[in-house]
């Protein structure tokens, strides 16, 4: 079935730690995002990559980077974890730049 | 800051009462879009209005726009239990690709 996953599903994280959040589409979509949604309030943007090879700064990019060096994957690293960016993670893809956005499960991300 | 912001931020209704929501942005866009999130789960696309359009319809759902009054608003009739979850509006400004969102209404529908 054609979609978007990530992985893991959830993640307790101590400070200082190094971590990639996952992020794989089967759709063949040209655009890729990752966002953060912090409880009660809605998505804000990490970063984005309009196509394979190019990435992009969102509305909340600080301590955190991304490749995305083919079409499927668009990985999410936090370099050193800080509690503030405890917080439910989703990437999305579309087809191309305005586009719907699909979705995927998110990965809940707790930072000690 | 938020391009699309909703109103209001919670709204409960009984089964098979019709339920509207608002939505305002601050710039022009390119489209506008409705998402739909169950609790703890991804959002799932509702519905795309693009800004040369007025009003769209999808089974039990319209949407309007207006551009004039930066604002959009959903409108879902005949509610059941099973809408019962948080709706976010989208605003796309063609920039990019970045959509912005708002922070959602949470609406409850009780059976």
């Known amino acids: 079935i054609a979609g978007i996953t990530q992985a893991p599903t959830s993640q307790i994280l101590a400070a200082g730690r190094r971590m990639t959040l996952r992020c794989t589409q089967d759709?063949?979509?040209?655009?890729m995002y990752w966002y953060r949604q912090d409880l009660g309030l809605g998505l804000r943007l990490i970063h984005y990559?309009?196509?394979?090879?190019?990435?992009g700064k969102g509305e909340v990019p600080d301590g955190y980077s991304v490749s995305r060096a083919n079409t499927d994957d668009f990985p999410l690293t936090l370099a050193s974890a800080v509690p503030s960016q405890t917080s439910v993670y989703f990437c999305a893809s579309s087809e191309g730049q305005t586009d719907t956005q699909y979705f995927g499960p998110g990965t809940r991300l707790t930072v000690l | 800051s938020q391009q699309g912001e909703e109103d209001p931020q919670a709204l409960s209704i009984q089964e098979g009462e019709n339920a509207t929501m608002n939505c305002s942005y601050k710039t022009s866009i390119n489209n506008l879009q409705w998402y739909r999130q169950n609790s703890g789960r991804g959002l799932v696309h509702l519905i795309l209005?693009?800004?040369?359009?007025r009003e769209k319809h999808s089974g039990r759902l319209r949407v309007t726009l207006d551009t004039s009054k930066k604002s959009s608003s959903l409108l879902i009739t005949a509610s059941r239990a099973a809408d019962t979850a948080s709706y976010f509006c989208?605003?796309?400004?063609?920039?990019?690709?970045?959509?912005?969102f708002g922070d959602g209404t949470t609406l409850t529908v009780k059976p």
């Open positions: 209005i693009r800004s040369n359009e």
């Open positions: 759709m063949r979509h040209n655009a």
């Open positions: 989208a605003t796309d400004r063609g920039d990019a690709g970045k959509s912005t």
């Open positions: 990559s309009n196509t394979a090879g190019t990435t």
